[in-house]
């Protein structure tokens, strides 16, 4: 079965500390979405790539967030400083293009708690 | 207003019942609709998609599509306690990024 693989599972840091989340996309799949998931919050767009290109990171607060593809194979999202408000899962996805009419498939998330 | 609106519940119902989920949308464009189930702890499943008006069937869950009224529905049925989970909407316009509702929790009842 092909998957989306995300390291680390779980994460706990201390407030002010960089924490970078990485995410192995499916195999052939050019599209790569990074979401925050809270209670109250739901699921939220961070930023996605197409073919390694960023087209969308208005989601991301940019002063302390940061996405990057630099290959096919990996897609890393970082912050830093981290700050409490940033506990969160964070998942990645990933499809293909035509996935905006074929949806796309979760990795099983990162669960973020900064204390 | 929220791109898409899902009622957060709790829905609760009996073991065997008809549940039914649904959806509003507000971007008129919205061309692919997807439910997403979620159990608690796991990542979103897609379950189903449905891209034109009318009812698309798969095994016990129909999604219903209604484009007029921007207006999405699941329906599960004979619904079982292992149906328990948060459902989402999601919807996107063409390639473009897909937009997900809070959720809503079901409840199956033994």
Not at chain 1, 43 to 66: C, H, I, Q, T, V
Not at chain 2, 48 to 58: A, F, L, R, V
Not at chain 2, 67 to 77: G, P
Request: glycine share 8%.
């Amino acid at each position: 079965d092909a998957r989306v693989t995300q390291t680390p599972r779980d994460k706990v840091t201390e407030m002010g500390q960089e924490v970078t989340m990485r995410c192995q996309p499916i195999l052939g799949h050019n599209t790569v979405f990074w979401y925050r998931q809270t209670m109250m919050q739901g699921l939220e767009l961070l930023a996605y790539f197409r073919n390694r290109a960023p087209l969308d990171d208005s989601g991301m607060p940019k002063d302390r967030f940061s996405a990057e593809m630099p290959d096919a194979t990996l897609a890393t999202l970082k912050i830093q400083p981290s700050e409490p408000r940033d506990s969160a899962v964070y998942f990645c996805a990933s499809g293909l293009s035509q996935g905006g009419l074929y949806g796309y498939t979760f990795g099983s998330g990162t669960r973020l708690t900064v204390v | 207003q929220k791109e898409v609106e899902q009622n957060s519940g709790p829905l609760s119902v009996p073991e065997g019942a008809i549940a039914s989920l649904n959806c509003t949308y507000s971007d008129r464009g919205s061309q692919s609709f997807f439910w997403y189930r979620q159990y608690s702890g796991k990542s979103p499943e897609l379950i189903m998609s449905i891209y034109s008006n009318g009812d698309k069937e798969d095994g016990r869950f129909t999604a219903q599509l209604n484009k007029a009224s921007q207006y999405v529905s699941l329906l599960i049925r004979d619904s079982q306690p292992s149906d328990s989970a948060t459902y989402l909407c999601a919807v996107t316009r063409g390639y473009q990024k897909v937009t997900f509702g809070t959720g809503t929790k079901l409840q199956v009842i033994p």
